[in-house]
């Protein structure tokens, strides 16, 4: 079996269920759009098929994050703060601006997501099987006001490496 398995990306999957034809092994579902990644063999024929480039072919088990100097984590941190900050201040003025006002607003809260996103991967925090993932659910964990079941959940699913 490949050592591939099929992602979907639902923002763009425009729903024409060519991958449900092509799956040899009935793992793509269009209802509910998952992919039944135990039943997926990693054959690409979905991918291939797919007109709107919604599916992704990941490794199965991804490898050991790289480890990174705690200086380079520290600043990444504080830019990921100064975007989160920028995202809420964009948010502000889309719930408070003009019409002109919430167009940019909302550019502005998107890309300050998406930057941020590739931060927090760059720091080691989007990998769900990181080191750093597993310790950053332990610690929440120990919080007071998070559901405890579901973080308890994540941890016995989640594979970490
Ligand atoms: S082939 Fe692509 S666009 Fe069509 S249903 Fe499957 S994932 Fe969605
Ligand atoms: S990679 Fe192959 S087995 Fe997996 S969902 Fe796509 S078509 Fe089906």
Known sequence: M?????VR????????????????TGATDTETGQIDFEKCI???ACSKACPSGA?????????KQQDKDELVIEKLRKVI?????????????FENGSDKEKILAKILMKSNRLITEDLY??????LPQSDNTKKFLEELLEKD????????????????N
């Open 2 to 6: 490949s050592e591939l398995r099929a």
């Open 9 to 24: 990306n639902l923002r763009i999957c425009s729903k024409d269920c060519l991958c449900l034809f092509v799956c040899p």
């Open 42 to 44: 990693g054959c690409g």
């Open 55 to 63: 599916i992704s072919m990941v490794p199965y088990k991804y490898p």
């Open 81 to 93: 703060s100064s975007k989160v900050e920028q995202e809420q201040i964009a948010h502000y003025i």
């Open 121 to 126: 991967r760059e720091a080691g925090y989007m």
């Open 145 to 160: 006001n998070t559901n405890k079941e579901d973080i308890k959940k994540l941890l016995e699913l989640l594979d970490f």
